[in-house]
């Protein structure tokens, strides 16, 4: 094996592990749990059945997800522009521009979540195949057209050239699909195949048994009236041509590290719930301890009583919980925060992209990949140009504190945290004066809430 192809072996187990993980945070509990051993360990000591009772009682705290979830809407809490340079006969097609139902706004809102959540996301432009069809005027009587297709990282199995330098960009892209055909009068089956994308050129390739041997076969094949690949790559955070990784994955990591210490804390509140019986020179082999009974004890220095832990470990634990989830805001809040160099959001983006927060910065590859994809639409039926669109970028915060305060607001807004803790965080943030207190602002809450109703 060479030296390149060990690289590439490499970056390839190492772009399936952090899918598999992002996979799992994204899923919640349900998919925490089936992933068992590899995000909760069996500690050496634990037996298989004490493991599997510790995991079937876990749950996620859904850090991760709601940072995505909260982070990727930025972007897209107004609607997209179009520029006037986008064609008339685009315009409609825009509305249902994959051909599902999904305008190109609610479109690429989750090509983003896409991208922030897994580091890249892909949009292929396809064109239904023509099959009787000869002209283009028979193509626009029958309705076909070009349309937008979301293309998950994990179903780009490979393309060329690796390394892309020249203007040519992709010469083969391999994609795995999953199309739904008749089963029967009142069924229909799901069948996997790969599709092979070259310059003008198409391949579907299935897998066929034959003497008890299964093997890829093609399936079918055609040729394309564009000559490129009309495939467009949006990068979460870049690493190089068709390569990223996500812009939180150090989040991510942190809330599987809170998802194991949230099962050991659980697990030691049950062990503090449960006190140990301990009897001492007592010579009754059976022992009925309860309401309505008694224990006799004929030796000077018997003795019976309940055996408990003290708290102190569980204490710890909630405070390493509370630590782990302060880091958390805080790794999402960065992302919002406008780094050194201009005073006001709008000379950021207008002056210097290093002024730029990151997510400013990710909402900007997204819109550079729709317009991308815009003329890749256009080039499929010979329209000059695909022309422009502006997604809203006018967000970011001066200070970690602004940011993070901003992701402490939509955690208590979905209830992921108490309207107290809110407070709390605050307060430690130098947001409200240290001098408030939490009852004393509830009574001022309570008896100013008649006014504010009646206004």
Known sequence: MTDAVRKQSAEAAKLNEDCALVTALLGGTKAMRA??????????????????????????????????????????????TLGEDVPERLKPWLQNVDLSGRDLHSFLSEITQEAMGYGFAGILVDFPKAGNLVTKADEQAAGVRPYFVQ?????ILGWLPKNATS?????QLRLLESVSEPNGDFDTKEIEQVRVLGCGTWQTWR?????????????????????????VPVYGKRLGYMQATPPLLELAHANVEHWQTKSDRQTNLHMLSVPILFARMLEAAILTVGVGSAVKADHPDADMKYVEMSGVAVEAGRLVLLDLEDQMRQAGAELLVIKPGNVTVSQTLADNEQGACALQKIAGNVEDAADQALQLMAEWVNEPEGGHVTIFKDFGAATLAEAS????????????????SYFNELKRRGILSPDLDWETEQERIMSAAPTLMAA
């Not at 203007?167 to 010469?171: Q, R, S």
């Not at 041997?213 to 490129?228: F, P, Q, S």
């Not at 901003?406 to 309207?419: I, M, N, Q, R, V």
């Open 151 to 155: 293309v998950h990282v994990q179903n």
């Open 405 to 420: 305060a901003e992701l402490l607001f939509k955690g208590a807004s979905t209830g992921l945290l108490s309207a107290e």
């Open 207 to 231: 897998q066929r048994e034959t003497a008890g041997k299964k093997d890829w076969v093609l399936h079918e094949e055609g040729a394309t009236t564009l000559k490129r690949i009309a495939f």
């Open 35 to 80: 992933a068992g051993k590899t995000h909760m360990p069996q500690w050496p000591s634990e037996d298989d059945e004490s493991h599997k009772m510790r995991l079937s009682v876990a749950t996620l705290f859904p850090a991760y997800a709601r940072t995505i979830d909260v982070l990727s809407a930025k972007p897209f809490s107004k609607p997209l």
């Open 167 to 171: 203007l040519d960009g992709l010469t």
